[in-house]
């Protein structure tokens, strides 16, 4: 079993619509847990962390179940520019990420 | 300022030759890591360094690959003998620590294998 499952999608939808993402981890010592954004070709970048009490960054939310060990993320309003790949990170302490595979999403007109 | 520096971008050689890839990681950054991508296995962590010593490489694929620091500012991965299976996206990372807790890691764009 992978530490960390993703959905690989891809996942398709309008402008302007909702969608969400979920990943499972299976080390329950993970610390600290993320969400990055990988473009075509270009390298991962942070696009935000997820605590247990859930966080937004404008049309994002990222939540924690740790009982359930599993992420997620809800982007609202989908714009063509957040197609992309969405690498769920999550830090098991030493310094070390341990990555997903990514759920692709495309956003079309 | 300069983020992470790789190089070559992309690099295509023959089965049995030797690959050398490079990085220069963020200035005052005392972590430096090297990551591989494939589509099948997503992105896997091979080694890191602290302070220019590797303190992890259980990552490592086997015996062709290797990685040195030499310095704060310079780092190699080396493939020797290279194989169509090494074929990938490697990137290089770099980071701080402050109170034992997690600081983002700053990717370089990254150097495209093909391993023909």
């Known amino acids: 079993r992978k530490e960390v499952e993703q959905d690989p999608g891809p996942f398709n939808v309008p402008e302007g619509a909702t969608v969400a993402f979920n990943c499972t981890y299976s080390?329950?010592?993970?610390?600290?847990f993320f969400w990055y954004r990988q473009d075509c070709r270009k390298e991962p970048k942070l696009l935000m962390s997820?605590?247990?009490s859930g966080n937004e960054d404008g049309r994002f939310t990222a939540q924690l179940n740790r009982a359930s060990q599993y992420i997620s993320l809800l982007i609202r309003d989908s714009k063509l520019s957040d197609s992309a790949t969405y690498l769920c990170?999550?830090?098991?302490?030493?310094?070390?990420?341990?990555f997903g595979t990514g759920t692709r999403l495309l956003v079309s007109p | 300022d300069a983020g992470v520096i790789q190089s070559p971008r992309h690099e295509v050689t023959e089965m049995g030759q030797e690959v050398t890839l490079r990085c220069k990681p963020i200035?005052?950054?005392?972590?430096l890591f090297w990551y591989r991508q494939t589509m099948m296995r997503g992105l896997e962590l091979l080694i890191y360094?602290?302070?220019?010593?590797?303190?992890?490489d259980s990552g490592m694929p086997e015996d062709r690959f290797s990685a040195k620091m030499p310095n704060a500012s310079f780092s190699t991965l080396k493939i020797q003998p290279s194989e169509p299976r090494d074929s990938a996206v490697y990137f290089c990372?770099?980071?701080?620590?402050?109170?034992?807790?997690?600081?983002?890691?700053?990717f370089g764009p990254g150097t495209r294998l093909t391993v023909l």
């Open positions: 990372a770099s980071t701080t620590i402050s109170g034992g807790s997690y600081n983002e890691q700053f």
């Open positions: 080390n329950s010592a993970s610390q600290s």
């Open positions: 997820v605590y247990s």
């Open positions: 990170v999550v830090w098991t302490g030493f310094q070390k990420l341990v």
């Open positions: 200035s005052g950054h005392d972590y």
């Open positions: 360094f602290n302070n220019n010593v590797p303190i992890d």
